[in-house]
T-cell receptor, first 110, second 110 residues
Framework: EAGVTQSPTHIIKTSGHQATLRCSPI?????VYWYQQALGLGLQFLLW???????NRGNFPPRFSGRQFPNYSSELNVNALELEDSALYLC?????????FGSGTRLTVV | AQRVTQPEKLLSVFKGAPVELKCNYS??????LFWYVQYSRQRLQLLLR??SRESIKGFTADLNKGETSFHLKKPFAQEEDSAMYYC????????????FGTGTRLLVSP
């Protein structure tokens, strides 16, 4: 089966601007999770979508937002980018249980 | 509060030596515990989960509720075990999100 796919693989943005990251889950998976992996901080939970609804949100400011589409793919939007937002953003999907991860999108804010 | 602690950032051993990667957790309720592994240039993948009680690639982990620990062990390390290992927990009933530790890099030298 095709794994979780994320695009783009790398994105460079100027601080104050906006970034959109995309994720396609494994076929049949209805839940999508977003994590931020910043240097030295491990994986921090950002957002969880299931059946098109936001189910849970991590301790991140509102400028981190997203949505899940009817085909279960998802977008993560980061507004008013700050230098500290530079990180690897991982998407994961699951049906019920432990999720499978994508390769990530590396966001660099300059 | 949900928290996963991996006290070692780096664990360096020689091939054939025993390995123990430490993981302690705090959780108010019944958690499910996982170990994820990330090999160089590969995506994060599930290694094992405590409810399955499997041995994967020679690794085992036992959930110790008294000590709130879920240490990962292997009796004889191999060079191909070199990777980043993350301990994670979730709610046991009705999977929601994974809470990760900061990870331990295992380096197995010849």
């Amino acid at each position: 089966e095709a794994g979780v796919t994320q695009s783009p693989t790398h994105i460079i943005k100027t601080s104050g601007h906006q970034a959109t990251l995309r994720c396609s889950p494994i076929s049949g998976h209805t839940s999508v999770y977003w994590y931020q992996q910043a240097l030295g901080l491990g994986l921090q939970f950002l957002l969880w979508y299931d059946e098109g609804e936001e189910r849970n949100r991590g301790n991140f400011p509102p400028r981190f937002s997203g949505r899940q589409f009817p085909n279960y793919s998802s977008e993560l939007n980061v507004n008013a980018l700050e230098l500290e937002d530079s990180a690897l953003y991982l998407c994961a999907s699951s049906r019920r249980g432990s999720p499978s991860f994508g390769s990530g999108t590396r966001l660099t804010v300059v | 509060a949900q928290r996963v602690t991996q006290p070692e950032k780096l664990l360096s051993v020689f091939k054939g030596a025993p390995v123990e990667l430490k993981c302690n957790y705090s959780y108010s309720g019944s958690p499910e515990l996982f170990w994820y592994v990330q090999y160089s240039r590969q995506r994060l993948q599930l290694l094992l989960r405590h409810i399955s009680r499997e041995s994967i690639k020679g690794f085992t982990a036992d959930l110790n509720k008294g000590e709130t620990s879920f240490h990962l062990k292997k009796p004889f390390a191999q060079e191909e075990d070199s990777a980043m290992y993350y301990c994670a927990l979730s709610r046991a009933t009705g999977f929601q999100k994974l809470v990760f530790g900061t990870g331990t890099r295992l380096l197995v030298s010849p």
